[in-house]
């Protein structure tokens, strides 16, 4: 992966490897993010049985990481601003470790969700600062390909939890098992957090805070070419934003990025990809599959998840993120509605899994991949923190809502569950059509300036121009 993507970067070839390296290792909280959020589907049986859960309290046991999760994004940004982004993730890594043995060692159900809580804020933390320190230091004409390296490794985090919990699940060890399948993520937490020392702040971050030089020797290992005029245009637009003195993010000129990002957080969330990704194993149950089965499906499930991202981080830059956002807008509702027959006819179960697959292949390709480029893009430097930490808010008080309601939902409903979620993407078609801009190919700093000129009501064209990069 290292590989494809220095080869993608036509700059020389330290610059490359500084660029990727360093976004590599920012990604690296994805991989955390997913494995986090994915490692309790394999969980939830022996949950409900030791401790007794009904469907509310199930749901509370899952969905109580996301509500850490909110938290964390909330303050995110904050920290992010005061002692950088770099130095947030280290205690987002942090707090990773502690979940992940904390969880393995919970001596009764408050313990664990006390501890699912504290990797939730970890979670809410690297969704909010990974993006926006790769967004700031990547090249505008490479940077969905490499902010979208965070959503590939939150696949291949769930991907990693899915195929660990079926190989533990092969161990038959009993009562530990569901403590191993949490403890195992103290490893590439601890990982994480060594890795993080190699990797430099953020060059916008440094400005902001009047460490110019320091800037400007990140700048030269980013792009010895162009540092000088990098640098110069950052000066300015900070200054910019500077001499507005206090940075309000909810006034009128910002009205049009927060709604780009609430809304492609909402609609996120909406699809139901959460709900289906954490109770995975329990919806394959209620088709009649057995445990074994259904992890194995599950990591059938997380194979097409990641391969693809992959597919769709090769074409962001080149397709766009707005016709992704179509694409799958379309193929995830048709996957859903057959889902939903599938539970309202009681018949022709055997189509669950691929029905599933395709949703998960479309989802990936579009807004999986969109999501946290999106969002790390639309907000100007000044408010940029503050903006990510609302996107990222937004996304994660929906998937606390729906992952907390889905077990009595689907109990009560059944199929009609998943009628609501295709009904969600059908909105988000012609929402995206009609009203999202492109961002492929333009730096922050121009994004800045057309997005602030753009008023929301009167908003009709859907194309941003790129300034000559």
């Known amino acids: ?125 690297a969704s909010v600062l990974a993006p926006m320190y790769i967004s700031e230091i990547a090249p505008a004409q490479y940077r969905g390909r490499l902010v979208g390296l965070f959503q590939f ?45 190699t990797i430099p702040y953020s060059p ?54 927060i709604f780009l990002a609430v809304s492609i957080a909402m609609f996120n969330q909406f699809s139901g990809i959460n709900a289906l990704l954490y109770y995975l194993n329990d919806i394959f149950a209620m088709a009649g599959f057995n445990k074994v089965s259904s992890d194995l499906q599950s990591v059938l499930i997380g194979g097409t998840n990641l391969l693809f991202t992959i597919l769709a981080m090769s074409v962001i830059d080149k397709i766009g993120r707005k016709n992704l956002l179509l694409t799958g807008a379309i193929g995830t509702s048709l996957c859903l509605f057959g889902v939903a027959a599938i539970f309202l006819l009681n018949s022709y179960e055997n189509l669950l899994i691929w029905l599933l697959v395709g949703y998960i292949a479309f989802f990936a390709f579009s807004q999986g991949a969109v999501i946290w480029v999106y969002i790390s893009e639309v907000f100007p430097n000044i408010v940029r923190a503050k903006g990510q930490s609302l996107g990222s808010l937004t996304h994660w008080l929906m998937c606390a809502i729906i992952s907390w309601s889905f077990p009595v939902m689907a109990e009560t409903t059944g199929g009609y569950t998943f009628v609501f979620f295709g009904l969600m993407t059908v909105i988000q078609f012609f929402v995206v059509l009609f009203v999202y801009p492109e961002t492929k190919n333009i730096t922050l700093e121009e994004l800045q300036k057309q997005l602030s000129e753009k008023k929301f009501n009167k908003f009709t064209d859907n194309e941003l121009q790129p300034d000559n990069i």
């Open 153 to 197: 490794n939150i696949v291949f985090g769930i991907l990693v939890a899915y195929f660990s919990n079926y190989l533990i699940g092969l161990l038959n060890s009993g009562d530990l098992e569901w403590r191993i399948k949490f403890g195992i993520e103290a490893l590439p937490a601890l990982i994480f957090c060594t890795l993080l020392f």
């Open 1 to 125: 992966m290292v590989m494809a993507v220095q080869q993608s970067i036509c700059m020389n070839k330290n610059s490359k490897k500084f660029v990727a390296m360093s976004a590599i290792v920012a990604a690296f909280g994805g991989l955390l993010f997913g494995f986090d959020t994915a490692v309790i589907a394999g969980t939830t049986s022996a949950l409900s049985k030791l401790f007794d859960l009904n469907a509310g309290s199930l749901g509370l046991t899952v969905s109580i990481a996301l509500w850490g999760t909110i938290i964390g994004a909330m303050f995110a940004g904050l920290l992010g601003d005061k002692i950088g982004r770099r130095d947030s993730l280290k205690i987002m890594g942090f707090l990773f470790l502690v979940s992940a043995l904390g969880c393995a060692f919970a001596w009764d159900w408050y313990s664990l969700v006390f501890f699912r809580f504290i990797g939730g804020l970890g979670v809410g933390g």
């Open 204 to 257: 916008r971050w440094l400005i902001k805070n009047g460490r110019y030089d320091e800037a400007k020797k990140v700048l030269s290992l980013i792009d010895k070419n162009n540092a000088e005029s990098e640098y110069e245009e950052m000066v300015k637009s900070i200054e910019i934003d500077n001499n507005n003195k206090k940075a309000v993010l909810f006034c009128k000129k910002y009205s049009f990025p």
